[in-house]
């Protein structure tokens, strides 16, 4: 059980208490804190259409729920992403892709602590 969870407009959440700064992209963080990344690349969200958004709410289920959305384009390449992040009260973790042309991101559920530290261009512990 969290309390905490820290957005990032580069396309993950961490889950739990995070201090770190900037995108986290190191082996260090990879291997040391809970994370949940739909689509995590060098986002911004920055043209008038995109955008990172926070909602929570209780669903037809009756479950308590926090939604992130994001709407944003890869830096470099203007390559489109919308998605969201849905968490449940009962612990369900949900990503719904409406557009991915990302061609290059990481994407999965990882555990703090679990396998052997990954490296940059091998996310599988």
Not at 16 to 27: E, F, K, N, P
Request: charged fraction near 20%; aromatic fraction near 10%.
């Amino acid at each position: 059980s969290f309390d905490h969870i820290t957005i990032s407009t580069n396309g993950f959440a961490v889950i739990g208490t995070y201090t770190g700064a900037g995108d986290g992209w190191s082996s260090d963080w990879l291997f040391n804190y809970n994370r949940i990344m739909p689509c995590w690349s060098d986002l911004v969200p920055s043209a008038a259409t995109d955008r990172v958004e926070i909602d929570r709410g209780t669903d037809g289920q009756n479950r308590d729920y926090v939604a992130v959305t994001w709407n944003a384009e890869r830096k470099t390449t203007a390559e489109a992403l919308a998605t969201q992040l849905v968490l449940f009260d009962d612990g369900e973790v949900r990503i719904d892709y409406l557009t991915n042309a990302v061609n290059d991101c990481a994407a999965g559920l990882f555990a703090r602590g679990a396998g052997t530290a990954p490296a940059l261009n091998n996310l599988v512990p």
